[in-house]
DNA sequence: CGCCCGGTTGACAAAACTCAATCCCCGTGG
DNA sequence: CCACGGGGATTGAGTTTTGTCAACCGGGCG
């Protein structure tokens, strides 16, 4: 593996506090590899044979049953996924797909079970992220049942605007067909619901969105730190 | 604590792994109280103080946003709630409260923090345990993002059917509105989709129901693992 | 007995989806 | 350089799903 990608991963939080020669264990039977875009790099139902992380690029998680599919989650670097899934030695949940190209690192989940066992440091550190993971996923779920189309794309917008620097003009970072799937709705509802936040001050043109007016936005809205802050 | 109570709560996965000092440390401190119906046990936002065990009766864990609310997980005998929170020391994301007469066990957060930093049994159970609620979550979620309500209530009811016993008639454990807020519908319009069930088998008189047909109404829900299995 | 409350029903309204047509950007190839 | 084609985005019309409001039913309990 390149110097650089290693020195990335051992500065994640998930593998800071591990012995020096765990990680050296881990990184033997890594590898490193870059994927074009739109590959499905896992799917669901199959057995966790890597936990995969992000190192460049970005990375769908997503599902489908029945003949439907929806986005649950987008993965950008540098973080890890199906983690609870290696823990567990139970097959993947969701399935994974490339967005852009992506560097991805694979460390195969037999060989992460086996350090969690004997590094205590690390089995702390999977602690800390788990109930991280499970935490968003609790407020992706209070986002879904108690608010409607609109109101998770007026917040969903807020976060989008503070994650990518609080400029009142930034960039959606993927396409709107992508983003319909992630907030619930069909493109075509999406698109209405975006000129219902007209009047709200959000102006969209293309994957450019304005927020004229934050704090009116915010009286629609209605942000809550236990549904759309991403710390705590 | 009675000892009764005290040997229940060994045996818990979570605490089967730990040193015995540490599991009495841990007790020292911990209380168990008996609370009525309806008593809201802890309220989203706040901090969370102590890790909560159901030891009899059930709990309802439920979330607020602009005047509504919603059900989101139903906790029964023997498991913790709000580990996440308490390992985090961060605030609830969801309120709490007793559906029927309860006995709760409540251990300061603080000491469970303190223990899981020296206890590598702990920890690790911690590891198994958050693992398990994150992937229960994405499949609430799956089942949300999924499906509409009819088939949510289908694949509620053949789950429902399994956890009581596999008899073809078997008994709802909770008011049909606080099922309607579980499936993230309207009283009346669950009401509504129990009618559209009868054409598939399933037969409801107040909280008694029955399956007619099992595989019949199976066609129709399309259950799937990676949704609705409760292992792995 | 009569009240209260959960459940049901009906009528209507709002939210969201479907299907089809069109627009428009962008990249390709002539 | 421009015409063409493809795909995402938008728009419109109509349908389905879900929610709202009000009325009513019926069992349990004081």
Redesign the interface.
């Known amino acids: 593996m390149a110097d650089s990608s290693y020195q990335d991963l051992r500065q994640l939080h998930l593998f800071e506090a591990m012995a020096d020669d765990h990680f050296a264990a881990l990184m033997r039977c890594a590898f490193v590899q870059t994927f074009p875009p739109q590959v499905e790099l896992i799917t669901?139902?199959d057995p966790s044979d890597f936990l995969h992380i992000v190192l460049s690029g970005a990375v769908d998680l997503f599902?489908?049953?029945?003949g439907?599919e929806?986005s649950?989650a987008t993965v950008r670097p540098i973080s890890t996924f199906i983690?609870?899934?290696t823990?567990?030695d139970?097959?993947y949940?969701?399935s994974a797909r490339t967005l852009e190209k992506s560097r991805i690192a694979l460390i195969p989940s037999e060989e992460v079970r086996t350090v969690?066992?004997v590094d205590?440091g690390f089995?702390?550190a999977?602690?800390?992220e788990?109930?991280?993971?499970?935490?968003s996923?609790?407020?992706?779920?209070?986002d879904?049942?108690?608010?409607s189309s609109t109101e998770r794309l007026a917040n969903y917008l807020l976060r989008a605007q503070l994650r990518t620097g609080g400029q009142a003009e930034f960039h959606l970072g993927m396409e709107k067909r992508r983003l319909a799937s992630v907030l619930?709705v069909t493109p075509e509802h999406l698109s209405r619901a975006f000129r219902g936040l007209q009047s709200h001050g959000v102006l969209a043109e293309g994957a450019r969105i304005r927020i004229e007016d934050r704090s009116k936005l915010e009286r629609y809205a209605?942000p809550?730190?236990?549904?759309d802050d991403a710390a705590?």
């Open positions: 669901e139902g599902s489908i049953w029945n439907r929806t649950m983690l609870a899934a823990i567990r139970a097959p949940l969701m969690f066992g205590d089995a702390r999977i602690v800390s788990l109930a991280q993971c499970y935490r996923v609790i407020k992706a779920q209070k879904l049942k108690l608010r619930g209605r809550n730190p236990l549904i705590s």
